[in-house]
Every structure is written in structure tokens, then in C-alpha cells.
């Protein structure tokens, strides 16, 4: 048997409780706007918008000087090409392949050995007119120094084998000066791929 409390039991006035549903929603809704908008705003960014430059170089050739100005997004290969820039790894050295309307390859030194580096495609790896990018073999991370200034847009060039040239050869840099200078290397007369008088690199130096 359960006691009975003794006494008069106080009566107590029931109070209806406010609802929370309303904040709770118009927060849920806050953030839902949050997200919509930093979804939108990332996903109509262009990939192609020009980054800022990782300095200016300045090759000095047999036949006149090209300025390029290169690509602070692409780290790795702009770092690699400042890198043997400062080790003197292409003074004196000679453009070894040039092909007119197509581009104009330099960067080959017999006497060091340089470290292969990663390939740095990303979303805007374009070879158009007037770019630089790194030459290889046709096995994947496997560009060292030389380098190619394309003299015409290459960009859309696909192999047999369905190979696209912007999924294989990273562009650090543009040319901002002397692509005449490019241009003119690329039409001289060659015994095959390479030209019948040496065109040399005679420096090449980080200017800013």
C-alpha cells in the first residue's frame, strides 16, 4: 500500500511553453543560404583566370632576347626552371629542335644531371601561342630541363593513341617579350629537327 501524502496538495497553474521551431528553422534556413552561395560561387570561379607571376626571366639568345614571365601556380616547374637558371644549367647552351610553326626547344646541357620532376597539369594547362612548358619523354613526371616555347597554339593536339598535349606538357610561364625573336628561330633553315647554325642561349637570368 502507497502512504497518501496528508494535507491540501497546491494546485499549480499550467503555463504553455513558448515553441523554438520558428529560431530553429530561420537558423537552419541561414545556413542553407550559406552553403547555396559558397557552392555557387565556387563552382562558376574560372579555373583560367590569369594567376599572379612568379617573376620574369630573360633569355638572352644568339639572335635576340625573350622575356617570359612565369607562373607562380605551377611551383614545382617554375621552381625547377629558376633553380637551374641560377646554377648557369642553361647559359651557353643551344636551341636543339625547331619545328616552324609548332615550337622551338631548348635546355639540353650534356655536362649536368638534373633530377626529374612531377608533372603540374591542374585545370588550366594551356599551350597556346607564345607559352613555355616543360619538354619529356613520353613517360609521365619525367621533365628535367628542357624546356619549348610554343610558336603556335598547340593546345588542341591529340595523338594516335588519344594523348592530349595539355594533359601531358606543363605551361609555367608566357612570353611577354621577343616572341618575334621565337618566331624567327622557329623558321630557320634545320638538317632534320635541328638548325644548321647553332642558335645559342647564350644566358638565361631572373630579372624580378
Not at 616552324?100 to 603540374?120: A, H, K, L, W, Y
Not at 609521365?140 to 610558336?151: E, Y
Not at 595539355?166 to 624567327?184: C, K, L, P, R
Request: proline share 5%.
Amino acid at each position: 500500500m502507497t502512504p497518501r501524502r496528508s494535507g491540501k496538495q497546491k494546485k499549480f497553474k499550467h503555463t504553455p511553453r513558448k515553441s523554438n521551431k520558428l529560431p530553429i528553422a530561420i537558423g537552419l534556413l541561414i545556413i542553407i543560404l550559406v552553403v547555396v552561395v559558397a557552392v555557387y560561387m565556387f563552382s562558376t570561379a574560372s579555373p583560367s583566370e590569369p594567376s599572379e607571376p612568379a617573376g620574369k626571366v630573360l633569355l638572352q639568345t644568339s639572335m635576340g632576347d625573350i622575356t617570359i614571365e612565369l607562373r607562380n601556380d605551377k611551383p614545382i616547374t617554375t621552381g625547377n626552371f629558376k633553380n637551374l637558371i641560377e646554377q648557369g644549367v642553361y647559359d651557353d647552351t643551344i636551341f636543339h629542335r625547331v619545328i616552324s610553326d609548332f615550337m622551338i626547344q631548348g635546355g639540353r646541357n650534356t655536362d649536368v644531371t638534373v633530377d626529374t620532376i612531377p608533372d603540374e597539369i591542374g585545370n588550366d594547362n594551356h599551350n597556346y601561342r607564345g607559352t613555355i612548358a616543360m619538354a619529356k619523354t613520353n613517360q609521365p613526371n619525367s621533365a628535367t630541363s628542357q624546356f619549348f616555347i610554343n610558336v603556335a597554339n598547340n593546345n588542341e593536339i591529340v595523338y594516335n593513341d588519344g594523348t592530349k598535349f595539355d594533359e601531358t606538357y606543363t605551361v609555367f610561364g608566357t612570353v611577354i617579350e621577343g616572341m618575334d625573336i621565337a618566331d624567327a628561330i622557329a623558321n630557320v633553315p634545320v638538317n632534320g629537327e635541328q638548325p644548321v647554325t647553332d642558335i645559342v642561349l647564350i644566358k638565361a637570368e631572373i630579372i624580378s
